[in-house]
């Protein structure tokens, strides 16, 4: 799994340039997802673009936690769907870190994307002090109960999960692949808490610094079932590279 996060950055007629390029480097694949988070204001353009090409999807970064109502400046789960949206990001650390975002109104945006037919990507992650005081696990697990812990084993099931340390976004510092894949160890036996066997149909993706240098070796670890990538996916030829690792 593939997932690009754009962030604050491509408007639509960037998009369009992206995509025109971007399709001609990435042929159709059966094997792997490859999902793109553009702006919200972004996405129309963006589907529309990918015409055809039912392999790629798209997603929005953030939604509220209600369906609907006096909220300015807000979208809601419902009406990313409604845009032709499949997936929400949920607790990106920007949303965490720079927006106050807690982890109990990541949970309720889970709840929101799942009763909106949205995949939720929760994200997880620890901050350098947290890990310095070697509490990255503590952390992570909190995350996910908090974030998860209202969903039925069903809809765990379905949810998609990012690891972000969140030292690593957007730094150019990577976890070293035997870490990332010891979070994701423990990421995973989290889930099998939460969800039993089905947990096991939930991809965890790595993401933090991650480029064409570095994708391989943290995608052959055994805990690692994707990739989620902001700086790298805004260059077509780029992306495509990571993408079709
Ligand atoms: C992200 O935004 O989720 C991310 C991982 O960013 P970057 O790849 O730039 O570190």
């Known amino acids: 799994m593939f997932a690009a996060n754009w962030k604050m950055n491509h408007a639509p007629a960037d998009a369009e340039a992206f995509m025109r390029q971007f399709l001609a480097y990435y042929p159709r694949t059966q094997d792997r997802t490859v999902i793109f988070f553009p702006s919200a204001l972004t996405l129309h353009t963006l589907r529309l673009a990918l015409k055809d090409r039912t392999d790629i999807k798209v997603g929005v970064q953030n939604i509220h936690w209600e369906d609907h109502g006096a909220f300015t400046g807000e979208n809601s789960a419902t009406i990313a769907r409604g845009t032709g949206a499949k997936y929400a990001l949920v607790g990106h650390s920007e949303r965490r870190h720079v927006f106050g975002e807690t982890d109990e109104q990541?949970?309720?945006?889970?709840?929101?994307?799942?009763?909106?037919?949205?995949?939720?990507?929760l994200c997880v992650g620890e901050t350098l002090a947290e890990r310095e005081r070697g509490d990255t696990i503590a952390v992570v697990v909190r995350q996910l109960r908090e974030g998860l812990g209202k969903a039925e084993i069903a809809q765990v099931a379905s949810c998609l999960v990012a690891y972000e340390p969140v030292w690593a976004i957007g730094t150019g510092k990577t976890a070293s692949p035997a870490d990332a894949n010891s979070v994701h160890s423990a990421i995973r036996q989290e889930l099998r808490t939460l969800a039993g066997d089905r947990s096991e149909a939930v991809p965890v993706l790595?993401?933090?610094s991650v480029n064409r240098g570095n994708a391989a070796s943290l995608l052959a670890e055994a805990e690692i079932d994707?990739?989620?990538?902001?700086?790298?996916?805004?260059?077509?030829?780029?992306?495509?590279?990571?993408?079709r690792t």
């Open 226 to 243: 994707g990739v989620l990538v902001g700086g790298a996916s805004l260059d077509a030829e780029a992306w495509s590279a990571i993408a």
């Open 206 to 208: 790595y993401g933090g």
């Open 106 to 121: 990541a949970g309720l945006k889970v709840a929101a994307a799942i009763r909106a037919g949205l995949t939720p990507l």
